[in-house]
């Protein structure tokens, strides 16, 4: 038997405003795509804003169904929207924000697993890392230099 050590360095902001200016206008704009979501049965509501390479912004915000399988969460919703639209462009950062519509979300919230293996997919595709900042309505944020700090021991297309 061998250890496996995994580490993760991720770095946590006190406030959205200690973000760069660009990241605070992507949460903004994550905040606003959050307002669109559709959440009737769990009154989670979540926003995802993508800036892509070619400073193209794509907006996704979770969308639920009564087949509760069938819904979608925000940054699903953004990261096909961005593959579709733009399937050769790299993904420079994602950010994601959410609120209860029940209490105040204060902690970050992170991305979901399926969340974070949809993201890894492009990750490996465009062969470089994308930042991913995550907050909940208010407080701290969290960034991830890469998915794959966020997913560590990804399953890509190398594992089939």
């Given at each position: 038997?061998?250890?496996?050590?995994?580490?993760?360095?991720?770095?946590?902001?006190?406030?959205?405003?200690?973000?760069?200016?660009?990241?605070?206008?992507?949460?903004?704009?994550?905040?606003?795509?959050?307002?669109?979501?559709?959440a009737p049965y769990s009154s989670?509501?979540?926003?995802?804003?993508?800036?892509?390479?070619?400073?193209?912004?794509?907006?996704g915000s979770n969308q639920e169904?009564?087949?509760?399988?069938?819904?979608?969460?925000?940054?699903?919703?953004?990261?096909?929207?961005?593959?579709?639209?733009?399937?050769?462009?790299?993904?420079?950062?994602v950010v994601i924000t959410a609120?209860?519509?029940?209490?105040?979300?204060?902690?970050?919230?992170?991305?979901?697993?399926?969340?974070?293996?949809?993201?890894?997919?492009?990750?490996?595709?465009?062969?470089?890392?994308?930042?991913?900042?995550?907050?909940?309505?208010?407080?701290?944020?969290?960034?991830?230099?890469?998915?794959?700090?966020?997913?560590?021991?990804?399953?890509?297309?190398?594992?089939?």
């Amino acid at each position: 038997m061998k250890p496996l050590t995994i580490t993760s360095r991720l770095e946590v902001y006190d406030t959205p405003e200690e973000l760069p200016e660009d990241v605070q206008r992507l949460m903004e704009t994550a905040a606003e795509a959050r307002e669109a979501a559709y959440a009737p049965y769990s009154s989670f509501k979540v926003g995802a804003a993508i800036l892509l390479e070619n400073k193209e912004v794509i907006i996704g915000s979770n969308q639920e169904n009564a087949s509760y399988p069938s819904g979608l969460c925000a940054e699903r919703t953004a990261v096909y929207a961005a593959g579709a639209k733009y399937p050769d462009v790299p993904i420079l950062k994602v950010v994601i924000t959410a609120r209860s519509m029940r209490h105040q979300v204060v902690s970050p919230v992170p991305p979901c697993g399926a969340c974070r293996q949809a993201l890894v997919e492009y990750e490996v595709k465009q062969d470089s890392p994308m930042e991913v900042y995550f907050m909940g309505e208010t407080g701290k944020v969290v960034k991830a230099d890469s998915v794959k700090d966020l997913l560590p021991l990804v399953f890509d297309n190398s594992c089939l």
